[in-house]
């Protein structure tokens, strides 16, 4: 073969062979962090090194509860005892491209802590400067307790790295743990993407993100899955907590229950949507103790409009603490409290309510809420929860919630207190408020039409009435007023009719001394005086008087006697 054939062969293999290993380079980068960093190393220039991570991290408030999967493994950067403005890194292994083979690189981020730094994406070409690098990606700041996805168009026709770098801010806080996951290499067109949005896939007014080869729908509150099909307006715990999830920072968890309690004289008797399903609630029997906090919190919340938050409590027993409701997001990562009740509120289920608004000038954010209940007292402080409910729009401020099924079998709590007792007069007129938006008076339910639900043995609280004293046995205050009133008419009377007795026996000269009327009368009050009826005048009440009858004399050491 010539010289020039062999050349033009030499070349046309090393071209064949550079187009198979740009690929196979490519795809040997990605990585769920499972089992092991997939060539991915720790670079030696950094401050500190990324951490592999199974569950959540050694720190409360902030880093993933798991991987992106839910059951796998996860890199992070674990910044406890790291000064501010550290960096550690993560680089790819060295990836090969050509004009035939183009690349977007997919990967998850997890951003949460009220002292989140900076993520940084550097492609970078072998052997370049990364100080004089700018990111390919970046992003700050906290942005909840998610995993994100993002995508980053890759430019490359030389060898190149992919970079993750982590930054510590925050001075010396210790709540900006920054996690990565699940990064891929996805083969795309070198002559510009197709759009899959054209197609409109997302359904129940879900929006479209076009990504490279493929989409994601965001989802309206109540719908879930791929494309916003599965319809998701909150939760009844009958089968389980759906996207709920118990928090690690607390001191210990909510119970899925179904029927009553274990405590006597605390906690609901059945759950609110059936009676015959579960609803969860708090244990204050032994070895809790007073102040203890159980937390229980939403996954992410895409709010792209206004919706409110419909749910039912069970707040009954004498030891009822606490319920509150928090809501965290990118704007407000320590929480707002947005709800709150205390105190026996009777062994009926009651309806709560809150906003939950858009985003400072509109737009989505995503927002957790967080159901946090209170020890009161040992033993008789059962918190219980059912049907929380996501409805579109503003809290309606006067009419009633959209209830769920109302109960239409009887309560199966045994009683364990006499009935209520009610008077013969007409019927009793009970009063119900309504509660309005967060932060107002939801002590009383919201539903003021006829339910088929049965109260579950209702401790109904008494206000004043002048036709009926409803479920307290006793008196009324108005009767209590009458005998007070009577009482105090009783003496006033007595009392005038002494002062008339004394003013015209003094006026017939028959007394002339307080001590002798007293004596007369049998009112005095020092039994130690003695009198000599016989030395006493005819006028001062003597033995002659015939008030004193004969005048026999007598000394008294209790009481005058004749």
């Not at 409360?60 to 950067?77: A, E, F, K, L």
């Not at 503003?394 to 045994?414: D, F, G, I, K, Y």
């Not at 509660?435 to 008076?441: F, M």
């Not at 008294?556 to 004749?562: G, L, M």
Request: proline share 6%; charged share 15%; hydrophobic share 30%.
């Amino acid at each position: 073969m010539a010289p020039g054939g062999v050349l033009l062969l030499i070349v046309t293999v090393v071209t064949f062979l550079g187009t198979k290993l740009s690929v196979q380079a490519a795809l040997t980068a990605d990585c769920n962090f499972d089992t092991s960093l997939c060539g991915w190393t720790q670079d030696d220039t950094d401050d500190f090194d990324w951490t592999q991570q199974s569950g959540r991290t050694s720190t409360s408030n902030t880093g993933p509860s798991d991987d992106v999967t839910g059951n796998g493994q996860y890199m992070y950067t674990e910044i406890s005892g790291i000064r501010d403005g550290k960096k550690a890194r993560l680089s790819s292994p060295l990836l090969t491209t050509s004009s035939t083979s183009c690349y977007t690189l997919s990967f998850y981020y997890h951003m949460y802590g009220n002292h989140i730094g900076t993520l940084n994406v550097y492609v970078i070409q072998d052997g370049a400067d990364l100080s004089t690098a700018a990111p390919a990606w970046s992003l700050s700041d906290e942005q909840g307790d998610v995993w994100h996805e993002v995508e980053v168009v890759i430019s490359m026709t030389q060898p190149y790295r992919v970079i993750f770098e982590g930054i510590k801010s925050g001075g010396t806080t210790f709540r900006g743990d920054m996690a990565i996951d699940e990064i891929k290499f996805l083969p795309r067109s070198c002559f510009g993407d197709t759009d899959e949005c054209l197609s409109s896939p997302c359904l129940n007014g879900g929006t479209c993100l076009d990504l490279t080869n493929r989409y994601a729908c965001t989802c309206v509150p109540g719908f879930i899955g791929q494309r916003c099909e599965e319809e998701r307006t909150g939760c009844d715990f009958d089968t389980n907590l759906c996207d709920f999830e118990q928090n690690q920072d607390d001191d210990f968890d909510w119970t899925h229950q179904a029927g009553g309690t274990t405590s006597a004289g605390t906690g609901p008797s059945a759950d609110h949507t059936s009676g015959n399903g579960q609803y969860i609630f708090i244990e204050t029997s032994s070895p809790r103790q007073v102040g203890q906090v159980a937390r229980i919190t939403t996954h992410a919340i895409y709010v792209t409009s206004p919706i409110c938050v419909s749910f039912y409590y069970h707040m009954y027993g004498r030891g009822i603490g606490t319920l509150n409701v928090v809501i965290t997001d990118p704007s407000q990562p320590a929480g707002q409290t947005v709800w709150g009740e205390s105190g026996d509120k009777g062994d009926v289920w009651l309806q709560g309510q809150f906003a939950v608004d858009t985003a400072v000038g509109g737009g989505e954010k995503t927002v957790q809420i967080t159901f946090e209940a209170v020890i009161g007292r040992v033993g008789f402080g059962d918190i219980a929860l059912d049907d929380v409910a996501y409805i579109s729009g503003p809290c309606p401020t006067q009419a009633p919630l959209p209830t769920t099924t109302p109960l239409t079998t009887p309560s199966r709590r045994p009683a364990t207190r006499p009935p209520p007792q009610t008077t013969t007069t007409p019927t009793p007129t009970t009063t119900t408020r309504k509660a309005t938006a967060a932060g107002t008076d939801s002590a009383k339910p919201l539903d003021d039409k006829t339910s088929n639900k049965p109260l579950i043995q209702p401790q109904q609280k008494t206000s004043p009435s002048p036709t009926a004293s409803v479920g307290q046995p006793g008196l009324t205050q108005h009767t209590t007023a009458a005998i007070v009133g009577g009482s105090v008419g009783g003496v006033g009377a007595i009392v005038l009719v002494v002062i008339v007795v004394w003013a015209i026996l003094y006026k017939r000269g028959e007394i002339n001394s307080k001590e002798k009327f007293l004596h007369l009368i049998g009112m005095h009050g020092d039994d130690t005086v003695t009198y000599n009826v016989k030395s006493m005048t005819s006028a001062e009440g003597g033995f002659d008087n015939p008030v004193y009858g004969n005048g026999l004399e007598v000394k008294t050491t209790e009481e005058p006697s004749v």
